[in-house]
């Protein structure tokens, strides 16, 4: 062999291990675990909580530095989200501590710490409720609340706090209910389901207006939240949403017929990305958004003005359904029709709403949205009975 190639040789065994060296140091490529994650929380959504565990329980083995501190944070979160349902509160209040923990550690750091933070305190409150140990859980609502939760989280704190107070029969267990700004809303419905509190402090403020027939006992509605899509944060040039006295009904406007889990999280993080850059708002504009395989993504929290109807009077009390795609170019599918009967059912019944208050983008000012095709899909949901 000639002195030149063994020179090349040398050099180019050298360069490929000064590569490799290089490969070892540089930041690591977040996308696979990203995936996992999705598979993960996709068999946490459909109940499979043995196998959702076993997932997670992946995530949170690799090595330091393998997995992103938000998302190691969740899936702490969701560990224990799995032993709570399975009835191990034990194990349940270890995972939750670990994701509260982090989100302490990781400081602003971490894109969502503080709300993972009170997901994951709230909680670790939530298996003393079902535990039945109702002043430690009260302790621990208590000190949440004392830290000036984002707004969010206050009249869910304060739920709790009222559950803990029927229970422990403390007097006037109401004044927590009083305190309250938005009494009807989705979460605070849910904890009444998931803890089967059997007295409803707001009946007696609840309105006499007629509502929209056979939306009186809407089928539950699955959700999917923010924080598994990995939504940005809430920028501060945002409004409280007032009273909800109206439900808006658009399209995204672009065609879209996607399935896939992951396609559609990256899709709306590219909404929220528009809305935020492009147009300077705090956030994507819309309440909720259903893709094509029926799924309901939260967008905004809804204890914010939207930024979908137009102008700052259209958007007060006004929630705002997205359904992804262009229904002037494209068909409507059950699956995205079905999705939107169930919410907008569950959305009226929980704050009173009539079958005038249902409006679509194109009745409250000059625009194709939703398209043809969308439009008249709620003509005939406003006119007929909940199937």
């Known amino acids: 062999m000639s002195r030149h190639h063994r020179t090349w040789r ?12 290089l490969g070892a140091c540089v930041a690591p490529d977040w996308r696979p675990i990203d995936s996992d ?41 969701f560990q224990g989200e799995c032993y709570k349902y399975l009835k191990d509160y034990t194990q349940a209040r270890f995972q939750f ?44 609502f208590e000190g949440l609340l004392e830290e000036e939760p984002p707004l969010e989280f206050r009249d ?46 707001f009946a007696s403020q609840g309105d006499t207006r007629p509502r929209l027939t056979g939306f009186r006992d809407p ?19 945002v409004n409280p949403m007032t009273k909800i006295r109206r439900i808006t009904v658009h399209h995204t406007g672009e065609v879209w017929d996607q399935r896939s889990f992951d396609a559609t999280a990256a899709r709306i993080r590219a909404i929220q990305r528009s809305h935020q850059h492009d147009r300077n708002w705090a956030d994507v504009g819309y309440h909720f958004l259903i893709d094509s395989a029926g799924r309901i993504w939260e967008g905004r929290g ?22 992804l795609g ?15 009967t169930a919410l907008i059912g569950y959305l009226c019944h929980e704050y009173g709403l009539t079958n005038r208050q249902i409006a679509t983008h194109r009745e409250l000012k000059a625009t194709a949205c939703p398209g043809s095709r969308l439009q008249r899909f709620v003509d005939q949901l406003r006119s007929t009975s909940y199937p």
């Open 37 to 77: 994650f999705e598979q993960a929380h996709r068999l946490y959504l459909k109940d499979r909580y043995d196998e959702a565990l076993d997932a997670f329980e992946n995530i949170t083995s690799q090595g330091p530095g393998a997995v992103s501190d938000d998302l190691l944070a969740q899936s702490y979160r």
């Open 219 to 237: 089928p539950p509605v699955t959700i999917i939240p923010r924080s598994t899509w990995r939504a940005a944060p809430t920028l501060a040039n």
């Open 10 to 21: 040398f050099s180019s065994i050298l360069t490929l291990a000064l590569l490799l060296a």
């Open 302 to 323: 809804l204890t914010y003005q939207g930024a979908h109807a137009g102008n700052f009077e259209l958007n007060r009390g006004n929630v705002g359904i997205s359904l």
């Open 97 to 140: 501590a670990k994701g509260r923990d982090l989100a302490i550690a990781g400081g602003e750091a971490l894109p969502e710490g503080r709300t993972i933070y009170f997901e994951c305190a709230t909680a670790i409150g939530d298996t003393y409720l079902l535990d039945k140990s109702f002043r430690i859980a009260d302790s621990i």
């Open 156 to 201: 869910t704190l304060l739920y709790r706090r009222y559950i803990c107070a029927v229970e422990l029969e403390r007097p006037d267990p109401e004044q927590y209910t009083r305190a309250i700004a938005r009494p009807r809303n989705i979460a605070i419905a849910a904890l009444r389901r998931e803890f089967l509190v059997t007295q409803d402090p």
């Open 326 to 340: 262009n229904f002037d170019l494209q068909r409507l599918n059950p699956r995205q029709t079905g999705a939107l």
